[in-house]
């Protein structure tokens, strides 16, 4: 169990590490769509190194072997659509709003919808009930996101606010319907399948948009602007990986601390013109990891 809450609060600092270079990408392309392909394609590349190993081979072919007979729904392969609301999400926010704010937001959303996904037994398969102390967690959760958000300088940007919202949501589902997949097979292929599914609504959403012809001259030169594929990928892979042994809520504390913590030191590190690291920002990041840690009805 130790070990596994260390995994989980590395994820949140890959997490928030992977928020933060596409948004950066983002900024520099003017373009939060293409930022978040340039993830996906990205993290497809460097996951797909798992099928040189003959026992993710030998466990994605048992996941294709219980599709067809019926014993999985594909419907549970869609974590990566989820995946691409929260990237594509990530990229277009983050510059706008600072890594800081945009976490606490969407620990909230993950928090509420958390809840009620372990409520119904959606990743693990136990249901968690919702209990007043969990309730009670909500509630500091909106708090929390109303007490960061008193930092904006000037108007509250509510638009980026709500789209981080529902990113928090997707979330959720990802790491929900990614444990199920897990379990049908390992976490090595559902960290794989989740990238290329990704990748494709992303290709599908930029062609919708109609951006193809948009012209993207300004390509950045700095290396680490390009890694925000290989650090999704590892969130992914570890969330797979003991989101069945923790549970949603449990998962999201260990990973809520890195999140929080790092964005934090991000905003100090990178001065966002819209938002203060004041401390109305830094009680908001504490009371949410609070929240959190009721939610998770730890002893």
Not at 26 to 52: P, Q, V
Not at 89 to 99: F, K, L, M, P
């Amino acid at each position: 169990m130790p070990f596994s809450i260390a995994l989980a609060f590395i994820a949140g600092v890959a997490a928030t590490l992977q928020a933060g270079v596409s948004g950066r990408l983002a900024f520099e392309l003017n373009d939060g769509i293409m930022a978040a392909l340039i993830s996906n394609i990205g993290g497809t590349i460097f996951l797909s190194l798992f099928l040189f190993n003959p026992e993710v081979r030998d466990k994605f072919k048992k996941l294709i072997g219980l599709i067809k007979d019926k014993k999985f729904a594909k419907w549970q392969l869609l974590g990566g659509v989820a995946g691409a609301v929260y990237i594509s999400t990530a990229s277009s926010t983050v510059s706008i709003i600072g890594t800081g704010l945009f976490t606490v937001i969407l620990v909230a959303s993950q928090n509420i919808s958390g809840i009620f996904v372990d409520k119904l037994g959606f990743s693990s398969g136990q249901k968690r009930n919702i209990t007043k102390k969990r309730f009670f967690a909500m509630l500091i959760g909106i708090i929390a996101v109303f007490f960061s958000v008193s930092e904006f300088n000037g108007q509250i940007l509510w638009i980026p606010i709500f789209a981080v919202v529902v990113a928090g949501l997707a979330v959720t589902m990802q790491f929900a319907l990614n444990a199920r997949v897990t379990k049908g097979s390992n976490s090595q292929v559902s960290a794989f399948i989740n990238f290329p599914v990704s990748m494709l609504t992303v290709i599908l959403t930029l062609i919708v948009m109609n951006l193809f012809g948009k012209d993207w001259n300004n390509w950045p030169s700095q290396w680490w602007l390009y890694t925000a594929g290989i650090l999704g990928a590892i969130v992914v892979y570890l969330a797979a990986a003991v989101v069945r042994t923790l549970g949603v809520l449990l998962f999201s504390l260990a990973s809520v601390a890195g999140q929080l913590i790092t964005s934090i030191f991000l905003d100090v590190l990178i001065p966002n013109s819209n938002i203060n690291v004041g401390w109305a920002l830094i009680f908001g990041a504490g009371l949410m990891l609070f929240a959190v840690y009721l939610a998770s009805d730890l002893r």
